[in-house]
């Protein structure tokens, strides 16, 4: 007499399952991987000239003003590229700004900034975090401090004076950063303000409606 046997006991079944599992999961990882490359693909110059949104902007997103506004669909402040404006006096071509930009990254890389700083979520978290540091409202007071016109030019003298200017109890050593390093550094956290990372670092401006063009937060 033949014995019934549970579907669960079957290792024909099991077997079926877990490829077709395996499958699933292959083809869903497909996916994301080209929708992650489309959505961390840097945008072009001719993206911000129509006002087309990337959440990776264009090197010269440096040229634009940055600020930052709540979104009530999104449930956190969003970054809203505005007018053209100066940076360090001028505009940078793309090949100027890419060229600032790469400098930016290795001068941050050589310098170690990370020992001590976080970026987009890596490195130590003994000093603030980078991230979102060229919308700080801070700098508005180092700009009376350095004697600096921009926010820019106050970063830069920050970056390659900070024992001129000790603003925290943990004070940023001199690094011996070079004027045009401290150029490059300045574009590069300019760069990174821009880029749409859902919100993160958390409370970065809590309570926050809109980053105003003046360096002070509107509630």
């Given at each position: 007499m033949a014995q019934n046997h549970s579907v669960w006991?079957?290792?024909?079944?099991?077997?079926?399952?877990?490829?077709?599992?395996?499958?699933?999961?292959?083809?869903?990882?497909?996916?994301?991987?080209?929708?992650?490359?489309?959505?961390?693909?840097?945008?072009?110059?001719?993206?911000?000239?129509?006002?087309?949104?990337?959440?990776?902007?264009?090197?010269?997103?440096?040229?634009?003003?940055?600020?930052?506004?709540?979104?009530?669909?999104?449930?956190?402040?969003?970054?809203?590229?505005?007018?053209?404006?100066?940076?360090?006096?001028?505009?940078?071509?793309?090949?100027?700004?890419?060229?600032?930009?790469?400098?930016?990254?290795?001068?941050?890389?050589?310098?170690?900034?990370?020992?001590?700083?976080?970026l987009l979520g890596n490195g130590a978290y003994y000093a603030p975090d980078l991230t979102k540091a060229w919308i700080d409202p801070k700098w508005k007071s180092m700009m009376a401090m350095t004697g600096k016109k921009t926010r820019e030019e106050a970063m830069a003298e920050f970056l390659q004076h900070p024992e001129r200017y000790p603003t925290h109890a943990r004070r940023m050593p001199n690094l011996k950063i070079t004027p045009d390093e401290a150029k490059a550094l300045v574009a590069f956290l300019k760069h990174m303000s821009s880029i749409d990372t859902n919100g993160f670092p958390r409370g970065f401006s809590k309570g926050v409606k809109e980053f105003e063009a003046g360096g002070t937060y509107a509630h």
């Open positions: 006991t079957s290792i024909r079944f099991w077997r079926q399952s877990a490829a077709w599992v395996t499958g699933f999961a292959v083809v869903l990882l497909i996916l994301l991987t080209f929708d992650t490359m489309g959505q961390i693909t840097m945008g072009t110059d001719a993206d911000l000239q129509k006002g087309i949104t990337k959440r990776v902007p264009a090197p010269t997103v440096i040229n634009y003003h940055i600020g930052y506004k709540f979104s009530e669909k999104r449930g956190h402040e969003v970054p809203v590229i505005g007018k053209k404006e100066p940076f360090f006096g001028k505009e940078w071509s793309p090949k100027e700004a890419a060229a600032l930009l790469h400098k930016g990254k290795l001068t941050e890389q050589a310098k170690n900034c990370m020992d001590c700083h976080t």
